[in-house]
T-cell receptor, first 120, second 108 residues
């Protein structure tokens, strides 16, 4: 199956600093990627939809200025957590669908392995 | 809310037993997907079922969909310790909206 590579897998940062998480589709193109956040023993909550070449679409309640998303190419989306605070500590996961199959409803989504962010 | 509600929240069984997880939702859907997540890892796609399908099989997995009741179920037959994971239903819009999840523990 298709592979989505997410990096880093773990990161510890100090309060007030910014952290960038990368999500790459290795063997397919993705015009759209999705960023989720997951708290321990809870479900995945969609944060935003990343659109190649245009602005991301954020879910209600997600701060655009805090979670900066850039989708500069058909294989790379980045999430930057700016001025991180301990409450931003969480597990962040990206996903994408293959644009060749329409990348839309009714197709399988591929997930990165997630990034465990700890803000101290 | 578009999110699916799954039950049970947690399920503990012995190897060889069957495990059934249920997902109920409130909105109309075109497709519903099931995913598996090992602890601290990404998600793996299991099955996609379309709204005009009632049942689908993949190996030891069987998924049903009842659009009139707005519910779906995932059955894992002859479970193995390696099936221990969290299982999520996902309502398939342009974005995937995940259910609350079922944590399955299969003991040897």
């Amino acid at each position: 199956g298709a592979v989505v590579s997410q990096h880093p897998s773990r990161v510890i940062c100090k309060s007030g600093t910014s952290v960038k998480i990368e999500c790459r589709s290795l063997d397919f193109q993705a015009t759209t990627m999705f960023w989720y956040r997951q708290f321990p023993k809870q479900s995945l909550m969609l944060m935003a939809t990343s659109n190649e070449g245009s602005k991301a679409t954020y879910e209600q309640g997600v701060e655009k200025d805090k979670f900066l998303i850039n989708h500069a190419s058909l294989t790379l989306s980045t999430l930057t957590v700016t001025s991180a605070h301990p409450e931003d500590s969480s597990f962040y996961i990206c996903s994408a669908r293959d644009s060749r199959t329409g990348g839309a409803v009714g197709t399988e989504a591929f997930f990165g392995q997630g990034t465990r962010l700890t803000v101290v | 809310s578009q999110q699916g509600e799954e039950d049970p929240q947690a399920l503990s069984i012995q190897e060889g037993e069957n495990a059934t997880m249920n997902c109920s939702y409130k909105t109309s859907i075109n497709n519903l997907q099931w995913y598996r997540q090992n602890s601290g890892r990404g998600l793996v796609h299991l099955i996609l079922i379309r709204s005009n399908e009632r049942e689908k099989h993949s190996g030891r997995l069987r998924v049903t969909l009842d659009t009139s009741k707005k519910s779906s179920s995932l059955l894992i037959t002859a479970s193995r310790a390696a099936d221990t994971a969290s299982y999520f239903c996902a309502l398939d819009f342009q974005k995937l909206v995940f259910g609350t999840g079922t944590r399955l523990l299969v003991s040897p």
